[in-house]
DNA sequence: TTGATTGCAAATGCTTTGCAGCCGC
DNA sequence: GCGGCTGCAAAGCATTTGCAATCAA
């Protein structure tokens, strides 16, 4: 899901109307790839497109299952990024404030381990990891450095 | 840390004064035993001690690492729980709502992953996983059931 | 045309903060 | 007594909502 062409599929196919806001909002949400605040995203969607409208806007992608929100601090605003096929989970440094976007095998192991021992039916693995970056660690980056 | 004592020791230690407020906030944090909004907390609290100072307190334990707080869904108020030495994650009914606590070696296992292949620094890792728990899974609860 | 969608402004809800008085040490 | 802590009230900030006008279908 990358091109305006998309979305105005998914919209018509949910029964939503194809409207300028819609298509600003999801034309800045590819542009910056993901992990913007809805005051940024604002900012580059353009000053004729309300702050409101932005929100309505990002809550009905949720709903249409193209965007997601998370909020990596308790005391920060939500981000926002496309919805990726690919489960991933995020690094985020506490120095830098860099997000990496890791996808990898890892949810998926750990949803395979949910699944059999207990009653729970898993719907959604949500991990986030916070520490230090590689570029942050001291200077030194060396691989096997204590 | 459970006694009331715990505190007193954990606060002076730290160079805070022990007080009314802290003493029934933490009080009444251990009763509950976790995930509890601060409205519910400062009700069980009382109504001389202020809400803010709700807050003030929490977030001071927060910064002893007596306490912690989390979000379990983007549109719910923050919850706290006394900080547990064990690492553990959280599922979250999506039916119920009730939050299961589970201890086990999960965390420490994608803990360990972690440190392996990345350059990245882990310091805290935060799981949640969302879906149905076993009484809310349409009654039937047997293992097999497709 | 017609009703979904928007912009605008006001409201909401959670959380923080300024400040004068109070209380732990 | 001093300075940290509290209650109170007001502010702050992210997010939502009511409503009349607008625009996609």
Request: hydrophobic share 30%; glycine share 8%; with cysteine.
């Amino acid at each position: 899901m990358r091109t305006t062409n998309e979305l105005d599929e998914t919209l018509k196919a949910a029964g939503y109307r194809v409207t300028r806001p819609r298509r600003r909002v999801w034309t800045a949400l590819q542009e910056t790839n993901g992990h913007i605040t809805v005051e940024e995203l604002a900012e580059r969607v353009g000053d004729d497109v309300d702050l409101a409208s932005v929100y309505r806007t990002l809550r009905l992608f949720e709903t249409l299952g193209i965007a997601r929100t998370s909020r990596f601090d308790e005391r920060d605003p939500g981000r926002w990024e496309p919805s990726h096929p690919d489960e991933h989970f995020h690094l985020v440094c506490r120095e830098c404030g860099e997000v990496d976007h890791h996808v990898g095998d890892l949810v998926a192991r750990i949803r395979a381990h949910l699944d059999e021992g207990h009653g729970f039916l898993v719907e959604d693995v949500t991990l986030t990891v916070h520490g230090l970056c590689a570029s942050c660690r001291g200077g030194t980056t060396e691989p096997n450095a204590d």
